[in-house]
C-alpha cells in the first residue's frame, strides 16, 4: 500500500499561485509515476498533470499547459504542483494518484489516491 497525503490547497485570486504537494508513505515510493487530477463539483474527475518515474517525463492537460507545472523529489517521496496564473475555472479538488504503468492520463490506471484538497480561485 501506498498513502498520499496532500496538505495545502486554498482560496487564491485570479492571477495568483499556488502550490500543491503530495507526500507518499507506507509502501516503497520508487518506481511510481504520479498524476495529479481535479474534479468540479458535479463532474467527472480529470487528468491535470503526470511525472514518470524514471525519466521525469511531464505531461500535461492542455487546459493548464504552461501555466502548471509538475515535479518530483523522489529523496522526500513528494510530487508537487505549482499552479500559477490561476483562473476560476481551475477551482477544483485536487487528487494526487500514483500508479505503477505507463498510462499517465487515465484516471482507472491509477492504483493509489490521496484524499483531495480544495483548491478555489476567485475572480
Known amino acids: 500500500q501506498v498513502q498520499l497525503v496532500e496538505p495545502g490547497g486554498g482560496l487564491v485570486q485570479a492571477g495568483g499561485s499556488l502550490r500543491l504537494s503530495c507526500a507518499a508513505s507506507?509502501?516503497?515510493?520508487?518506481?511510481?509515476?504520479m498524476g495529479w487530477f481535479r474534479q468540479a463539483p458535479g463532474k467527472e474527475r480529470k487528468f491535470v498533470a503526470a511525472?514518470?518515474?524514471?525519466?521525469?517525463?511531464?505531461y500535461y492537460a492542455d487546459s493548464v499547459k504552461g501555466r502548471f507545472t509538475i515535479s518530483r523529489d523522489n529523496a522526500k517521496n513528494t510530487v508537487y504542483l505549482q499552479m500559477n496564473s490561476l483562473k476560476p475555472e481551475d477551482t477544483a479538488v485536487y487528487y494526487c494518484?500514483?500508479?505503477?504503468?505507463?498510462?499517465?492520463?487515465?484516471?482507472?490506471?491509477?492504483?493509489?489516491w490521496g484524499q483531495g484538497t480544495q483548491v478555489t480561485v476567485s475572480s
Open positions: 494518484a500514483a500508479q505503477s504503468g505507463y498510462y499517465y492520463t487515465l484516471t482507472r490506471a491509477y492504483d493509489y
Open positions: 507506507g509502501r516503497t515510493y520508487s518506481g511510481y509515476a
Open positions: 511525472i514518470s518515474w524514471r525519466s521525469g517525463s511531464t
